[in-house]
């Protein structure tokens, strides 16, 4: 069975703008997970959003139980909760 090429979140309901965006993109960029929300800032795929809301997003997640807070020895970082997402779809293919 061929990897999946992405990964798509079906029917959350979130608050903040950038919530769906940040999440898509900490599970599909393997580098994006384990990231703060300043790293976060830096995506292209988030450049829409500004970091108040990237950070609001980040916040809601966390709150929501869907991100995790890492304590590393330069701060925390937030990464994704596998387990609390448990309506996603796999996309195969280009």
Known sequence: M???TEIS???YH???AASDAVL???LNKSDKDYSTAEELNT???LARFSYAEIREAVNELHRRGFLLEVKK???FVY???KLRISNMEFVYGA
């Open 2 to 4: 061929p990897n999946p």
């Open 24 to 26: 898509t993109v900490m």
């Open 73 to 75: 020895p330069y701060g």
């Open 79 to 81: 990464a994704v909760n």
């Open 43 to 45: 995506v292209a795929e």
């Open 9 to 11: 979140l079906l029917n």
């Open 14 to 16: 979130f608050e903040a």
